[in-house]
């Protein structure tokens, strides 16, 4: 089945491509396609909204005057997913059966489960209400015997939307072909020069010597009619003697990066193709080690904490692996870190007690947020928020969301016991190991099982990792 988008539901999907990348999400979630069909601003539509109460000025500004162009590529959330499948069945079955704006909407209202009902919430708007407006305005169309509406996968959807808009949104060959975008880091961190590292102290031990020997699991996530997770497909992808984790995907969802320890003193970056093919290794730096790396949101690089005799700063790396220096000078020893945005970082920084700084890459400037943080650091899906644990006491620690911008902190759920690795999915869950257990929780649902692993085949659960549009899913597990 055919896709047909007309103009006006192509340029809602590249506002809320926009709105996705301006809140520095990595994938398209129902909050963003709610904020670009409303941003269309088609009067019958707005008049349907003021009727419902929705004033639109009264949305997050980062939701509003969006470009009705995007010229980048951002995934589909499988909440998204269904949305879209739900507007594109809408369509099929009225007259001409061109998907529009109005559709997208009445997706919105239909489908994406919790996270449709939300991002409506949150605005004032009520799923049952809105859909009863929009619902009378297509027209039912005849089906014939050669003119069969099919029913359409939230995945095929997707598929068939990216070429749709692939072509729709391509730019004019005639056009004049736009100057390469510069960097916005300078070379030179913000916050002034790295000093100059010397001769390791006498008693510094690498830490790739100390790191035990661990495993990289990667499988798929799968959702119940309930849309609950699943796990499915878990494989060993490293399956070595060694160290290998830290993992993270990135943004395209078709890659894992992760750290791996190269011999008994330095670990490297490498990266893990998922559509099959050996894994390759990305840097090469020879004297200085690489852990926990991470995609820098809209640049073509990634981050990581670079270990040299004994130092460790937050380092910036070409997707190829070359080398383009340091992004903070004053902040060390970092040892873990997450993006809030394009340009503000998380930091784990190691001392007496451990602290967590906010630094602004651009400006420099670096505050201190908290104490005794955990090292799972991670944004929160659908904002520039980040979550981290705080140990407040040996047998009190809770997951929190930080707000950079304000410093301001709010208690999330207190972790199982002892564990403190976990990762976000799209729709708002948190994924954390306990043991060979796999949990879940939502803030409706508390905490519950996703899966119990094979003893046998690995140990405790570690770090976790979950690709932008929630369909895979990285575990860390001690090799037996």
Known sequence: MAINLEDDAVHALNRAAAAAAREASEAIAPRHILAGTISQADPNLLDILTQLDLDPETLPESLRNLPETYEGHLPFTPAAHEVLAA???VAAAAEPGATTSTHLLLGVARAGGPRSSAALHDWGLNANALATALAPQPTPKAVGKDDTVQAVSGAATALLLAATLSLACA??????????????????????????????????????????????????????????????????????GGYDNQPTFDPSGTALYYTSAVDSTQTETFRYPLDGGAAEQVTHTSGASEF????????????????ERGRQFLWRYGADGSDLGPIFATVEPVGYHAWANETVAAMFVLGDP??????????????????????????????????????????????ER??????????LVAPPAGREDYAWTPEGEIIIGDGARLLAWSADAGWWEVAHLDEAAGGDISRIAVSADGTRIALVRNRQ
């Open 171 to 240: 730019p004019d060959p005639g056009a004049d072909t736009p100057p390469p975008p510069t960097d916005p880091f300078a070379a030179t961190p913000a916050d002034g020069p790295v000093p100059e590292i010397g001769p390791a102290p006498a008693d510094y031990r690498p830490t790739a010597a100390g790191a035990p020997s661990t495993d990289i699991w990667v499988g798929r996530i799968e959702r119940t009619p309930g849309g609950a997770p699943q796990l499915r497909d878990l494989v060993n992808a490293t399956d070595r």
């Open 402 to 411: 930080l707000d950079p911008a304000t410093g301001e902190t709010t208690r």
């Open 87 to 89: 507007a594109v069945r």
């Open 292 to 307: 926990s790396p991470s995609p820098i949101p809209a640049q073509d690089a990634f981050s990581a904490i670079r270990e």
């Open 354 to 399: 451990a602290t967590l700084h906010v630094g602004d890459a651009l400006s420099g400037e670096v505050r201190v947020v908290a104490e005794n943080p955990g090292r799972s650091i991670h944004r929160i899906p659908g904002s520039q928020h980040i979550s981290f644990v705080r140990k407040v006491a040996e047998d009190e620690w809770w997951i």
